[in-house]
């Protein structure tokens, strides 16, 4: 490696030095998520506390109150079908430790001037994605890079997660693969808010970072993101460009990447989601309106699904919560989402930029989350962060290498 000049080793020691606690927790909460070993509960503990020190006067605006209405709710279900097992006692506590560091965050950042800690939340961003890269590679290694090029099938795919290999990021298949994607497409827009650019080589890279995952979910969410992204910047000439580069490329988008050949079978992901989807609609009136319980939908899915896999939730957000919560939990869910994002548009007017951001993870939430998850927490913090800096117009964007 070429070694740094002077000038850039003094620019980058510029960049972290007068770094406050509160920063420095913040990037190390956001680096935790990451490890092997669970900790990251204590980093948002603590960073949270540390952010209410920091941070003006708080109050309680609608979001926070929809989040305060959900999570109550949640404690209140759990409280009253709880039957002494760990996991359901663990996921509550995620919840309440999760949504707490949601709304501490927002608050300190609102309160001060975030153009520093952008810059370097995306070289923390950046090292991070390089241990992710080699932690795949390890694991490709490991099957001789027989899987490089993509797999066939989902199960195919999960064999390529070795337990004894992991060290970094999850080693879940589908969990990592949608951090990959939620974070990277992060990554991919700091540049915007930055230097009024869109980096073609970023957008490549996490691209291949999130084929190497062979995970459906980060390369279905960052296509519509990156598309949508595009179409912003892009005239109208380069609008139909971008189309026609689409249609060349859906053969392999369909084959590969979605693997649309084996949507609907029993072994795939995908066909898995159905299964419990139809068992929701088929079975809705099994469900009370007040919900079955916090966490209940194992019980739900083990009676009613053709077939079930052992998964602690039915893969969509807002299915999962009217399941377990009914009506006040999908309600309040929702109305914490929408009003957190007219919260996070409302400084700078940047609606569009915030549509942007909140498309991928929508898409996701759709196949995925259970929606206290910390993955959905950092990227709600880190779209409000992106929001918060500046104005953004996107006539004034530049496509650069």
């Known amino acids: 490696m070429t070694e740094l000049n002077p000038k850039s080793r003094f620019s980058i020691l510029q ?19 990451f490890f092997p070993v669970k900790i990251y509960p204590a980093f948002f503990l603590i960073s949270s506390i540390q952010f209410y020190r920091e941070s003006p006067k708080i109050k309680l605006e609608i979001w926070s109150i929809a989040l305060l209405v959900f999570s109550v709710y949640a404690s209140l279900s759990f409280a009253f079908t709880f039957e002494g097992d760990t996991f359901t006692s663990v996921n509550l506590a995620k919840l309440l430790i999760n949504f707490c560091f949601l709304f501490f965050s ?12 952008l810059t370097r939340l995306e070289l923390v961003l950046i090292v991070a994605f390089v241990l992710v890269l080699i932690q795949l590679l390890v694991y490709h290694e490991a099957m001789n890079f027989r899987l490089i090029t ?23 298949k589908n969990m990592f693969g949608a951090r990959i994607a939620l974070l990277g497409f992060i990554l991919i827009c700091i540049p915007i808010v930055a230097r009024d650019a869109v980096s073609v ?35 109208k000439n380069w609008r139909i460009v971008l189309i026609i580069g689409v249609l060349i490329c859906l053969p392999f988008l369909l084959g ?49 699904a053709d077939f079930y896999r052992g998964e602690p939730h039915i893969h969509n957000t807002f299915l999962s919560a009217y399941l377990e919560l009914g009506i006040v939990g999908l309600l309040s ?53 992106l929001a918060n800096v500046r104005p ?9 290498l």
Request: cysteine-free; hydrophobic content about 55%; charged content about 15%.
């Open 256 to 304: 590969k990447v979605i693997r649309v050949d084996n949507l609907t079978a029993s072994n795939d992901g995908m066909g898995i989601r159905l299964v419990y989807w139809k068992a929701f609609f088929l079975h809705f009136t099994e469900i009370s309106p007040l919900g079955n319980g916090f966490l209940s939908a194992p019980e739900f899915l083990s009676k009613y």
């Open 392 to 400: 953004i117009d996107f006539k004034k964007l530049k496509v650069t």
């Open 150 to 172: 993509g797999s066939s099938s989902s199960g195919q795919a999960s064999s390529l997660y070795n337990k004894s290999l992991y060290f970094w990021g999850l080693d879940d």
């Open 201 to 235: 080589l970023r957008v490549l890279i996490v691209f291949g970072i999130a084929f190497l995952s062979l995970s459906r979910t980060p390369l279905i969410a960052l296509l519509i993101g990156v598309f949508l992204l595009f179409w912003m910047v892009a005239s």
């Open 106 to 117: 927002i608050h300190w950042l609102r309160g001060r001037d975030n153009s520093l800690l």
């Open 333 to 385: 869910f929702i109305s914490f989402l929408w009003f957190f994002f007219k919260e996070s548009a409302a400084k700078f007017s940047n609606l569009a930029f915030q549509f942007l951001l909140f498309l991928p993870l929508l898409s996701i939430m759709m196949i995925l989350y259970s929606g206290y998850d910390n993955d959905v927490v950092l990227y709600l913090i880190l779209m409000f962060l």
């Open 15 to 33: 960049t972290w030095q007068g770094m406050g606690l509160g920063e420095l927790l913040f990037l190390i909460s956001i680096v935790s998520v």
